[in-house]
């Protein structure tokens, strides 16, 4: 270990007052004997541009900084190529501790020792060599509105694109549209869609290949490097970088819906048929051909029904009042009813609410449409219960339109490959008790086989996960394009119920994300949520046992198998969360800045005190992004809790390795708390399952407390948001008081 | 490539701070200004995210991470966009950088906050409570620096605040800076200010003192807000037992907003929930008009549904006065169903009040922008290189704001590199 390292010690803050810092000194200078060790007074500006020089000018590999917490500084700031490292002496030792006091004299140390340990193992992160081979293309699969704008967006921009339409045409719904919905102030009249008008510009864009009635054959490999097959007229093979799906919505089929007798009366159709009645010209009773004067509109067809669609499609209450206008513009008689919950025009649609409640002819009301009958001549009478006049009513009509809601064209990856596996079990001829299991799965998901779209070549199934209703969205509000498969980004209707405007947005701001990605592994880094890391996993592959933990546990499907199931890296998958790390039984598994060795050693790193001091130790492990952040405000709030803990950050608590709650307790650590996100159906994890996937393991964990003949209490997992700061104390009081109650660790001294 | 590669980004809430990350990442220079002293905009003051019930804090952390890490972005807080000259390609940009009267250059320290006694109503919890006017403007603050209201100070404080500074810690004699700087392409996202519900005579605000609105009630219920997350009421301090939602408070009506805010009714079934779990058996009663729980969201309503203390009733609400002895809230509304007048005491009644665009407060020189009737910003195809990201344009939910800023950004981009 020849690297130069430097350690910097801040005095500011308080944390010369509380601590004794010459002896905090002598343990960087004396124990660890780094090559620099100075005092400054504090991190502010003057004092973090002295560091800064005096980095270069010692010509420091590693330099570690102790004062502030971590999350203080502006690091793109820092001279690149040396590794960094911060200490938290403020926010979680001398403002959440007393001062001169000899419990935070040791807590500071001890941090000190981990950070110095921590520069020592960590190694130069490079770029990973796929990085320079990285393509980018752009694919868009779906040519409607979302994916032609996708498409025409990353070509705008220099990007070379790929579009790939199932259909003969290009278009999707929008070409079946009469009219849009208003767009543009002062939101009242009815606009071209201006479709044709996109397809004549994407078709004659030199940067886009268009493949009309097209499929994927196959997509392998991984973002910057996905080698697509095409299946069709135009079957082709090339390579993209990143993908944007677009593949739209279907109607929902309005089956089980007796007493709007779809399907049973001639004139009752969906909104659909309507439209595509009035785009050919003329709005007409099924039945006889003849014009429809009095059209009913039932909203919520099938929709915010939980036994049908059980969300709302945004824009059927819209698309009503749209064709309520077609109604009235082609005849001056013409009446349009529109029966609705709650009508639901959100923004500036308000205004053409508005407008169209204007109009004499269009009637509007709250209402439960509770049957649909056929008179002798066809027309339809239309019962209706809880109306706004507080009564009863019945409307004659010639046509009923049942305005249905929008069904996501996905397909969900994880249970096509969930009932491959199960396939594949039956097939292998293995019995017991999973033969029963295996056939329930195929009867409840085996429909799902059979409808891949980007047909990727995943061990965790052909296509995106999907997540309520089978819209493969993201889960985060704050980074609404992240799904589960890196590099491939939905827009359009396939990922939430929207309008034609929003449609457009959303698939100029996918493009966006399918570029920066590609332009960010161009340059070795990953995406969200830990934009801008190079460092990436590796794997010594000799020790591998094929165990699959790592290749089921990725929540980005980043790693295939190989036949005898050795996990086969795709970097640019990855997402750098470190849970085939933590999951990994062999520890083989390792970043070159943060691996199974450097925490182990910074835990290792810890004084423990004999028994007999009275002085437990326990090991915090914390998400990084959301538990250790709580602990700063802990810190800033001057919260006070036990000195006896030593809290290590971690990428995720899904990145937990077991061994590292092993050593500690072989150590003669007293507990482990382990801090992460919240999970569940409305989980927080940026990286999906972490903490679940580390709640899961704690079978491997009371496992190994067993052997040891320790207590299951010592071992603890406790899930906290970023600003549940007050529940630290708290936690970790009560904890304290369990370690007290089952004694002291034996192995200490050990 | 344009003369200029580089990207400003006026307003540092979510839409802006995505922006300038997502800019920074693709590679591009950006500068990034900001009106407050801090980032995070109006979303840093909400509670929780609906419908996931998060805190804004978390996915922030994240942001702010990918701001602090990226030596591409600059950021400039207390700052105002005073003039943009120039065309597509190659605009000039001046900015105002107002004192923070904070260098950075040395830390604050407890002398420095002893020297100060004086307190300042905290806007960041909408003046609900006060705060030294020598303050970290919130628990994640960044940049992590004090603020000083040196207007507010006593001339002994200043002389001790001087004392305290050899250093220059605090430097009472800051000025305004003008800093110009070259950029490609604008992107706008200033946000949005809540509806002033003083306008709405009838709904008591001001008068009644616990008719509050509703982004004060994400900071009453927030850990890091005036009453440490504990849902009390202005007049005692009490827990109310029963509140009262008033939607559309100015909203889809004309003498106010004409148009729908889009997010106030997932704001108050959020609020009801709140309501629910911080006081025991508590009653909450949303007015409507109609319920909209676009997408999605409608889970988030039809759960509510099933909660026997939450009712529902459709009807505008007339007026609102107050008890003079209980201080409670009185509501006179008109049930559409069964068609009845009401009046009914609450203990608290919250407005659902509305998005209101803010780029026309402070107008930026040298642009011709062009707003629709209600001042939302129109991006024009003869707008050149200037695009609007979120709630300038629109009434916004922050996911869809996010996407709107990330689709700004290519925009941007593709002027940048022409």
Redesign the interface.
Known sequence: MASKIGVYICT???IGEALNVEQLSSVATKEYKVDVCKTV??????DLDFIKKDITEQGLERAVIAG?SP???????FPENVIVEFVNLREQVVWCQPANNEDTQMLAEDYLRMGIVKVQKMQPVEAFPESKDIDKTIMVVGGGIAGITAAL?AA???YNTVLIEKSAQLGGWMAKLKKSIPR????EALEDTGIEEKIKQVQSNPKVKIFTSTEIETIKGGPGLFDVTLKGPGAASFRVGAIVQATGWKPFEPKNLDHLGFRKFANVITNVELEEMAKNGRIARKSDGKDAKRVVFVQCAGS?D?AHL?????ICCLNSLKQAAYVREQSSEGKAYIIYD??????????FY?KMQQDPGVFLT?GDVVRVAENADKSLTVDVE?T???ENISVDADLVVLAVGMVPCSADGEKIRTVKDAKAFLASGEGGPQVDVMKKRIEDIGQHEGTEILNLDYRQGPDLPTL??G?P?S???????ETRRTGIYTAGAVR???DGL?SV??A??A???A??CV??LS?G?T???R??DRSYPEFFLQRCTQCKRCTEECPFGTLNEDVKGTPLPNPTRCRRCGICLGACPERIINFKNYSVDMIASMIKAVEVPDEDEEKPRVLVLACE??AY?AFD?VG??RLQYSPFIRVIPVRCLGSVNVIWINESLAKGFDGVLLLG??YGD?Y?C?FIRGSELMNTRGDNVREKLKQMALENERVQLHQI??????KIPTIIGEFMETIEQVGMNPFKGM | MSANGKILVIGGGISGISAAADAAELGCEVVLVEKEPYLGGRVIRMNQYFPKLCPPTCGMEINVRRIRQNPRIKVYTLSEVEKISGQAGDYTVTIRVNPRYVTGKQPVTQAHLDAVATEVPNTFNYGMDKTKALFLPHDAAYPPLYVLKKDALTSEESQRLKNASPGGAIDLDMKDERIEVKVGAVIIATGWRPYDAVRLDNLGFGRCVNVITNVMMERLAALSGPTAGKLLRPSDGKEPAKVAFVQCAGSRDENHLPYCSAVCCMGSLKQARYVREKVADSKVTIFYIDIRTIGRFEKFYYDLLEDPNISFIKGKVAKITEDPVTRNPIVEAEEVIPGKKLSEQFDMVVLATGIVPSIMDSPIAGVNLTCDSDGFLVDSPNGGGIFGAGCVKRPLDVSRSVKDATAAVMKAIQIVRR
Not at chain 1, 184 to 187: G, I, L
Not at chain 1, 310 to 314: D, G, K, M, R
Not at chain 1, 721 to 726: C, D, G, P
């Open positions: 500011g803050y308080g007074s504090s991190c502010e500006a003057d502030p999350r203080f500084y502006a690091t793109g700031s967006e705008a921009t220099g543009t102030p002062p939101y915010r939980k059980s969300y709302c499609s945004s709650n009508l639901r025009a959100p923004g500036h649609y308000e205004y508005k709250k809880k706004l006049l507080g309520q209703y819209f969205d889960h985060f509000i704050c980074f609404p394009y939430a119920p929207m929003g947005e959303d100029t701001g493009a966006f994300k570029i920066q332009e960010m340059r880094e995406v969200l949520p934009a801008g992004n959301d952040p405000t800033l709030k996100c919240k409305d927080q940026h948001q970023v600003s549940e700061y007050e």
